[in-house]
Each structure stands twice: as structure tokens, then as C-alpha cells.
């Protein structure tokens, strides 16, 4: 059974950096893009980051460019979300994700997505 371990969660101040991770078992990172979602209390789960599994192509929301970076170990099957200038805004559950196809689509829709972690909350306050 595939599963998505999320790690890296906590409480940051405005203008801090935080480092998520995500490491998958039972599949291989390079035959699956891998998205990063998020979710504030109230509003609908949003995709934010993906990196293709085929050729490491990535895609950003515009929320989060300039800001965020979404980075892959194939070797520990981990992908790691770098988050930097955080914002309240930014506070929310973010989840780990992986779509069967190797590629990302900039859609980034949530039912595009076959496999989800538990999710690990992100709070940014001061």
C-alpha cells in the first residue's frame, strides 16, 4: 500500500522559513509527480507545488513564487517543501500528494491526485 508520510510542521513567526517533508513507500518518486496542497481553516484545499517525477519540471502557484521551493531525493524517496517569507496567510494543513502520472499539470486540481499524506499543520503567527 502506498503511503505519504508528511513531517515538518510547527509554529513559525511572520517572516520565518520552515522546511516540510514528505517521504513515500511503495513507489518510486521518479514515476510520479508530487504535489504539495494546502488548507485554511474555511476555505477549499489549494494546490501550491509540484515537481514532475519524469523530469523534475516544476510548477508554483503564484501565491507562493518567489517564496516556497519544492525540491526531490530520489534516493531517500523524499520530497521537501522550503518555505521561506511566511506570511499568515500561509497558515494552514499542508498535505503531501502524488499523481500516477510522472508529469505535473498546472491545474493542480485535488481530484488529479491518487495518493495523499495525513497532512501536518503550518502555523504562522507572532
Known amino acids: 500500500q502506498v503511503q505519504l508520510v508528511e513531517s515538518g510542521g510547527g509554529l513559525v513567526r511572520p517572516g520565518g522559513s520552515l522546511t516540510l517533508s514528505c517521504t513515500a513507500s511503495?513507489?518510486?518518486?521518479?514515476?510520479?509527480?508530487m504535489g504539495w496542497f494546502r488548507q485554511a481553516p474555511g476555505k477549499e484545499r489549494e494546490g501550491v507545488l509540484c515537481?514532475?517525477?519524469?523530469?523534475?519540471?516544476?510548477y508554483y502557484a503564484d501565491s507562493v513564487k518567489g517564496r516556497f521551493t519544492i525540491a526531490r531525493d530520489n534516493a531517500k524517496n523524499t520530497v521537501f517543501l522550503q518555505m521561506h517569507s511566511l506570511k499568515p496567510e500561509d497558515t494552514a494543513v499542508y498535505y503531501c500528494?502524488?499523481?500516477?502520472?510522472?508529469?505535473?499539470?498546472?491545474?493542480?486540481?485535488?481530484?488529479?491526485?491518487?495518493?495523499w499524506g495525513q497532512g501536518t499543520q503550518v502555523t504562522v503567527s507572532s
Open positions: 500528494a502524488a499523481d500516477n502520472r510522472p508529469y505535473c499539470l498546472t491545474t493542480m486540481g485535488v481530484r488529479e491526485y491518487d495518493y
Open positions: 511503495r513507489f518510486t518518486l521518479d514515476s510520479h509527480a
Open positions: 515537481v514532475s517525477g519524469s523530469d523534475g519540471s516544476t
